[in-house]
């Protein structure tokens, strides 16, 4: 055990499932690998355990989308109890990869993943350890010794030589718990088992608002279907008064899931590692964002679909951000959804993609790691054009919602409302909360709800957030920030209020969300040092240098890129 490189993984959900596939995968025996697991059960993390789902919940990938793992899903579902297909109105029969799964029995597969894995280690002679219900609560890092040492709830201290942080998700409570009937998420949802006769205000429209809405229609009625077999819902005749009001900044839902044609987001037009360094070595060490556009957004949609082509190909980034929105502007959000319910029927039935939205998934994702090379110029553009346009269009609200959401229309349960930037929410001391917005007459609105929940997704968690004290007060880690390509530009947005400081050779820098990483998710202490014993995967963390959520094929692509530097 001594001459064995000794390696933690804190958290045992998607991401500690694919960094002990790859360490697994190398088949490397001078290995010692530590799991370290709050909760009893491995594989499922937050999204698909009890903690983010229900059994109405369900996935918005299908098993063919998903990164490899030991089994494939479809091989999987076989193998499931008849009484478990059963209670999700399942037939391994019917069952493909091209279908979507409730999050709770997905969460099973992965936990079966996760016991498959830890049996070909064995087989492999691979050394390894879980430590089920026990919570991390520091990282001491001792450069003199070359070890980090992980501290548990119980005050045991434990050494390693390279520790990779894979917390996952995590919701700070800010108001919940001091405030009634006000919730920072809907997570977990067994607590909006609520019935309810009044109004209840969702903040957003992302696939969190989708599962809270999910949840609390539930509760308060009933879905059924017409003799043509179309969804629709009835409130209870107690609860004559329930609503779901979601408060959206452009007033806009997600698209929805249409079939993929390149399931891994993975494409060969796009540009290679080393393409991308070459240009940020030529481009005074930045990386353009309008570079990345042209190449790995409008140079495959020339080749696939020529037409829509046409129409961008004189389009700057923004330009064609605003012509999207537009489109979208134009319609009601309930006709549109209605509308890309149909378009995707079609896509999955004829197994064609939607190009251009797939490319803009493919976009969001090929910018992920390169993202902390982009002056701070381009990433305030990301953010104010760019981000808006994807986190709409590759939400991929699944066809079951989308069916849901339209249901609870028609029955007038459910409604949207365009509340612009500068809205705010006020907690309310008795319960609920007051949104204060400017509707689209310009009319100042105040409105109290009895009940209020914040349905914005994950939030980009600030350096400050990290719960590991001894790594910032080691100063082991250090805020992220982007450098201004032009002083002047830099200058101006200090002089305007932002997070901006300046160094002592003139340069301004934008502070970001989380912490610094380099392109081996390693931190980064306070002289700029990469740190070899610790790695960052919880992407809560390090919302700033990578700022795409993209789940699985996140944790598959960041294990690799991990595995790389560990085993070099």
């Known amino acids: 055990m001594e001459n064995k490189k000794r390696i933690a993984i804190l958290g045992g959900g998607p991401s500690g499932l694919f960094m002990f596939k790859r360490l697994v995968n190398t088949g490397n025996t001078d290995l010692s690998i530590t799991i370290f697991e709050r909760k009893n059960k491995l594989g499922s993390g937050m999204p698909y355990s009890a903690e983010g789902a229900n059994d109405e919940h369900i996935t918005n990938v299908s098993g063919n989308e998903i990164p490899p793992l030991v089994t494939s899903l479809d091989d999987w579902v076989k193998t499931v109890p008849k009484d478990t297909l059963d209670k999700y109105h399942m037939?391994?029969?019917?069952?493909?990869?091209?279908k979507v799964l409730p999050r709770l029995l997905f969460g099973q597969y992965l936990t079966t993943q996760f016991d498959l894995l830890q049996k070909q280690a064995r087989e492999a002679g691979v050394t390894y350890a879980i430590q089920?219900?026990?919570?991390?609560?520091?990282?001491?890092?001792?450069?003199?010794?070359?070890?980090?040492?992980?501290?548990?709830?119980?005050?045991?201290?434990?050494?390693?030589?390279?520790?990779?942080?894979?917390?996952?998700?995590?919701?700070?409570?800010?108001?919940?718990?001091?405030?009634?009937?006000?919730?920072?998420?809907?997570?977990?949802?067994?607590?909006l088992a609520l019935k309810l006769n009044h109004p209840v205000a969702i903040k957003g429209s992302s696939l969190t608002a989708v599962d809270a809405i999910r949840t609390l229609a539930r509760h308060n009625g009933t879905?059924?279907?017409?003799?043509?077999?179309?969804?629709?819902?009835?409130?209870?005749?107690?609860?004559?008064?329930?609503?779901?009001?979601?408060?959206?900044?452009?007033?806009?839902?997600?698209?929805?899931?249409?079939?993929?044609?390149?399931?891994?987001?993975?494409?060969?037009?796009?540009?290679?590692?080393?393409?991308?360094?070459?240009?940020?070595?030529?481009?005074?060490?930045?990386l353009s964002l309008d570079y990345i556009f042209e190449r790995d957004f409008k140079l495959p949609?020339?080749?696939k679909e020529p037409e829509f082509y046409e129409k961008i190909k004189d389009m700057r980034l923004?330009?064609?951000?605003?012509?999207?929105?537009?489109?979208?502007?134009?319609?009601?959000?309930?006709?549109?959804?209605?509308?890309?319910?149909a378009e995707a029927e079609q896509?999955?039935?004829?197994?064609?993609?939607?190009?251009?939205?797939?490319?803009?998934?493919?976009?969001?994702?090929?910018?992920?790691?390169?993202?902390?090379?982009?002056?701070?110029e381009d990433m305030q553009r990301l953010q104010q054009s760019l981000t808006p346009l994807i986190s709409i269009v590759i939400a991929y609200i699944p066809q079951s919602s989308s069916e849901e959401l339209l249901a609870l229309h028609q029955a007038g349960v459910l409604e949207l409302i365009p509340v612009g930037d500068?809205?705010?929410?006020?907690?309310h001391e008795n319960g609920g909360a007051t949104y204060h917005y400017t509707d689209e007459a310009k009319n100042v609105q105040s409105v109290h709800y009895q009940t209020y929940v914040d349905c914005v997704g994950q939030p980009h968690l600030a350096f400050e957030e990290l719960p590991f004290k001894s790594l910032i007060d080691g100063r082991t880690i250090t805020p992220a920030k982007l450098k201004?390509?032009?002083?002047?530009?830099?200058?101006?947005?200090?002089?305007?209020?932002?997070?901006?400081?300046?160094?002592?050779?003139?340069?301004?820098?934008?502070?970001?969300?989380?912490?610094?990483?380099?392109?081996?998710?390693?931190?980064?202490?306070?002289?700029?040092?990469?740190?070899?014993?610790?790695?960052?995967?919880?992407?809560?963390?390090?919302?700033?240098?990578?700022?795409?959520?993209?789940?699985?094929?996140?944790s598959e692509e960041a294990s690799g890129i991990i595995i790389e530097r560990l085993m070099a």
Not at 173 to 183: A, I, L, Q, R
Not at 486 to 496: C, I
Request: proline share 6%.
């Open 318 to 341: 923004e330009e064609f951000v605003d012509a999207m929105m537009a489109l979208r502007e134009e319609v009601d959000p309930f006709q549109l959804l209605k509308a890309e319910y």
């Open 223 to 286: 879905f059924d279907k017409d003799k043509s077999g179309k969804l629709f819902y009835k409130p209870f005749s107690d609860h004559p008064d329930f609503k779901l009001v979601m408060h959206t900044r452009n007033g806009m839902l997600p698209a929805v899931r249409f079939h993929l044609e390149d399931s891994h987001l993975s494409n060969d037009s796009l540009l290679s590692k080393d393409e991308i360094k070459a240009h940020i070595k030529a481009n005074n060490g930045f």
């Open 347 to 376: 896509s999955i039935k004829r197994e064609k993609s939607v190009y251009w939205k797939e490319m803009l998934g493919v976009l969001s994702f090929s910018l992920n790691y390169p993202a902390k090379h982009l002056s701070a």
């Open 301 to 303: 949609i020339q080749a």
């Open 132 to 191: 089920y219900k026990t919570t991390v609560t520091d990282i001491l890092d001792q450069p003199e010794k070359g070890v980090v040492i992980v501290e548990t709830g119980d005050g045991e201290q434990t050494e390693f030589d390279r520790v990779i942080i894979c917390t996952g998700h995590n919701w700070p409570k800010k108001h919940e718990g001091s405030v009634p009937d006000y919730f920072d998420s809907p997570y977990p949802p067994a607590k």
């Open 484 to 554: 201004f390509s032009s002083a002047d530009e830099g200058l101006k947005a200090m002089n305007a209020g932002k997070p901006v400081s300046k160094d002592d050779h003139g340069d301004y820098y934008l502070k970001v969300s989380g912490i610094t990483i380099n392109d081996h998710f390693q931190v980064v202490d306070a002289y700029g040092a990469y740190n070899e014993r610790i790695y960052m995967m919880a992407v809560p963390y390090i919302g700033g240098y990578n700022p795409d959520y993209s789940g699985l094929d996140f």
């Open 91 to 98: 037939e391994a029969a019917r069952f493909n990869e091209y």
């Open 422 to 427: 500068e809205s705010r929410v006020e907690p």
